[in-house]
């Protein structure tokens, strides 16, 4: 698993039908950032820390396919390995914009 594939994965399973899902990489001043954004159903407030969390599943009924709730964790992990972190920007009904920082 890697952290683009889970999120391109999460952005499609989880997004409206005919929606979308962009992945861009820029540089900034001393981070790298992998961010893939959607306009799909989106993540409320009180659930966007949980998500990180392993076996968290915001809700199970929105998405076509059930999964085990460990990709963002796991997610989670591998940024934190390589000395980075995510972030997380979501709007319910409108998407999420989730974040790889890097340390270049």
Wanted: hydrophobic share 35%.
């Amino acid at each position: 698993m890697s952290i683009p594939a889970n999120l391109i994965d999460n952005g499609f399973k989880y997004g409206r039908p005919e929606g979308h899902v962009w992945v861009s990489i820029r540089q900034t001043e001393g981070e790298a950032l992998l961010e893939v954004r959607d306009d799909g159903i989106g993540i409320s407030p009180e659930e966007q820390e949980k998500v990180w969390q392993r076996f968290y599943q915001v809700d199970t009924s929105r998405g076509d396919e059930g999964g085990a709730g460990l990709g963002l964790a796991m997610v989670q992990q591998i940024a934190q390995a390589h000395g980075g972190y995510m972030t997380l920007e979501s709007v319910p009904g409108i998407g999420s914009r989730f974040t790889l920082h890097l340390p270049l």
